[in-house]
Nanobody, 116 residues
Framework: VQLQASGGGLVEPGGSLRLSCAAE????????MGWYRQAPGKERELVAA???????NYADFVKGRFTISRDSANNTVCLQMNTLKPEDTAVYYC???????????WGQGTLVTVSS
């Protein structure tokens, strides 16, 4: 199983970034795909998730700014991040969790830095 995340980088406050995660080795439609983040000195926290049926869940701190989407044809999940704030600076991780919680996987992190 491999979750390959990409798209992080440095952006100014108010800017946008799009993260992508390509999944290999899983039956994609059975998995809830999510993005988590971990800032220095803080615990990892859920940012957004999307089920195989398309149901989405967002952390309050990103509602209205971030959009998660999935593409079953290409086994990818994306996180469109708009109106970025310095407090969004963190390492962002892709996660795949099977709907019955039998198995789960993490991708490598991708660093997002929001700074002027």
């Amino acid at each position: 199983v491999q979750l390959q995340a990409s798209g992080g980088g440095l952006v100014e406050p108010g800017g946008s970034l799009r993260l992508s995660c390509a999944a290999e080795g899983i039956f994609f439609d059975l998995f809830i795909m999510g993005w988590y983040r971990q800032a220095p000195g803080k615990e990892r926290e859920l940012v957004a998730a999307v089920s195989g049926g398309g149901t989405t869940n967002y952390a309050d701190f990103v509602k209205g700014r971030f959009t998660i989407s999935r593409d079953s044809a290409n086994n990818t999940v994306c996180l469109q991040m708009n109106t970025l704030k310095p407090e969004d600076t963190a390492v962002y991780y892709c996660n795949a969790k099977r709907w019955d919680n039998v198995e789960g996987y993490w991708g490598q992190g991708t660093l997002v830095t929001v700074s002027s």
